[in-house]
């Protein structure tokens, strides 16, 4: 029995369909990146959103250890737009308005409303 020789259209297919698996899976890494980033501020604006309707307004205390947390997320030059910084009175609406950059260039923003409930 002599066996036939093999030639490169034979695997061309399969090395191209590999190289593009490949290619899919680099793009959907980058697309999770970007969603787990964005979970991550979404958690970080809850958490002092809370902490503003106990006290009335984001402490400066509190906004350095949230930049922080925002910055440890992967989010880069951080703004804190119309959010309040000196107290409201109770009942009053409170903002939180979040933006900022990921290192790879993609907008981030969160803009959360509560009610001063201290």
């Known amino acids: 029995m002599k066996k036939e020789r093999g030639s ?14 490949a ?17 991550s501020v979404s958690q970080i604006s ?9 006290i009335g307004y984001l402490t400066p205390a509190d906004e350095t250890a ?8 992967g989010l880069r030059n951080i703004s804190l737009g119309s959010t309040d910084t000196s107290e409201v009175g109770y009942g009053s609406e409170i903002v939180l ?18 009610t001063a409930k201290y």
């Open 46 to 54: 809850r958490q002092y959103i809370l902490r503003m309707e106990t």
């Open 8 to 21: 490169i259209g034979d695997v061309l297919p399969m090395c191209i369909f590999v190289i593009y698996i």
């Open 23 to 39: 290619f899919v899976m680099i793009c959907f890494a980058d697309c999770v990146k970007i969603i787990n980033i964005k979970t």
């Open 97 to 114: 308005d979040i933006h900022g950059v990921t290192e790879d260039g993609y907008e981030i923003r969160e803009f959360r409303t509560s």
């Open 66 to 73: 949230m930049r922080q947390a925002l910055e440890d997320a």
